[in-house]
């Protein structure tokens, strides 16, 4: 797209004939989280995001996962200014902070694209 609206793609599902939104966020590789700790991948994305779907891609595995905007809305660990921060530990050794909630990237294997395209698209 020639202007940045929110929207990356443009995705259609052929089995119930809808086209789905889709923005991408991308990593080149995991980091150390806030700058000293443990290794992470992790994006940020605005609260008013138009898109339906978000694809978080982290470059250096090729892996890609998909969620809804509504299922970042619930597993964001931040919110704050108006953006949603998701991240995923992939250092196994990383203890978080709150226990309640999904930080290392096993626990995200469920939006896995490979994982979770047949739920969204419906094939």
């Known amino acids: 797209m020639s202007t940045d609206t929110g929207v990356d793609l443009v995705a259609f599902s052929p089995k ?19 700058g000293s700790g443990k290794a992470a991948l992790d994006w940020w994305l605005r609260e008013d995001s138009p898109a339906e779907l ?17 299922e970042v809305e619930k597993i964001a660990q931040q919110h704050s200014a108006g ?10 050794t990383a ?17 896995l694209l490979e994982n979770h395209v047949h739920n969204t698209f419906k094939i």
């Open 54 to 70: 978000v694809a978080f891609v982290d470059l250096s595995s090729e892996q890609v996962w998909l969620m809804t905007h509504s």
């Open 16 to 34: 119930d004939g809808d086209a789905r939104t889709i923005q991408v966020k991308t990593n080149h590789k995991a980091k150390p989280g806030g």
């Open 95 to 111: 203890r978080p902070r709150k226990q309640d909630r999904l930080s290392h990237q096993w626990e995200f294997q469920q939006f």
């Open 83 to 92: 953006r949603f921060h998701l991240y995923m530990y992939t250092d196994p």
